[in-house]
T-cell receptor
Framework: SQELEQSPQSLIVQEGKNLTINCTSSKTLYGLYWYKQKYGEGLIFLMMLQKGGEEKSHEKITAKLDEKKQQSSLHITASQPSHAGIYLCGADNQAGTALIFGKGTTLSVSS | DAGITQSPRHKVTETGTPVTLRCHQTENHRYMYWYRQDPGHGLRLIHYSYGVKDTDKGEVSDGYSVSRSKTEDFLLTLESATSSQTSVYFC?????????????FGPGTRLTVL
């Protein structure tokens, strides 16, 4: 079965610094989704990537799906306290019936 | 805002009691999902529905049943709750008429089984 591995599991960055979170799949990705979750709340959809090499940006967050379609990266530029939370990547499961998720990356931003 | 509500938001119950969680959507979407979120496991699919009375099992369906008698409501039932079912439960919907599409999540229900 397909698995998604996220790295790092957690990180603490100083406000204003850049950071990258990675999501690596054990199989080819056909749809890759990034979500953000604040503690005790639901998941907020950030971006979806489908094509190899595709890159999308929203405010200071950029996500990219690599050419071989087995890894995605999420890059935050000039981090702010509002970026703190858990970032999860999700992908279409093999059966095409639902999403599977990585275990998440917890981001803390210190001011 | 995808118009998804979950009830209750918090529940504490005892081992062996039945529990029903409700997911309600206001936008008539075909696909609905139930996930549980646990530390170290991330989000895992319990059951999903692709229409009224049409449901199927996910990765961790043992001990759970679902029902969907109306488009807007998707119910998750724990027939006899166990401590291993202590978790945060999320409902989700897909907006397009396909299962492989962006999913939007409800606020979650925190369930504690003592």
């Amino acid at each position: 079965s397909q698995e998604l591995e996220q790295s790092p599991q957690s990180l603490i960055v100083q406000e204003g610094k850049n950071l990258t979170i990675n999501c690596t799949s054990s199989k080819t990705l056909y749809g890759l989704y990034w979500y953000k979750q604040k503690y005790g709340e639901g998941l907020i959809f950030l971006m979806m990537l489908q094509k190899g090499g595709e890159e999308k940006s929203h405010e200071k967050i950029t996500a990219k799906l690599d050419e071989k379609k087995q890894q995605s990266s999420l890059h935050i530029t000039a981090s702010q306290p509002s970026h703190a939370g858990i970032y999860l990547c999700g992908a279409d499961n093999q059966a095409g019936t639902a999403l599977i998720f990585g275990k998440g990356t917890t981001l803390s931003v210190s001011s | 805002d995808a118009g998804i509500t979950q009830s209750p938001r918090h529940k504490v119950t005892e081992t062996g009691t039945p529990v029903t969680l409700r997911c309600h959507q206001t936008e008539n979407h075909r696909y609905m999902y139930w996930y549980r979120q646990d530390p170290g496991h991330g989000l895992r699919l319990i059951h999903y529905s692709y229409g009224v009375k049409d449901t199927d099992k996910g990765e961790v369906s043992d001990g759970y049943s679902v029902s969907r008698s109306k488009t807007e409501d998707f119910l998750l039932t724990l027939e006899s709750a166990t401590s291993s079912q202590t978790s945060v439960y999320f409902c989700a919907i897909s907006r397009l008429q396909t299962s492989t599409d962006t999913q939007y999540f409800g606020p979650g229900t925190r369930l504690t089984v003592l």
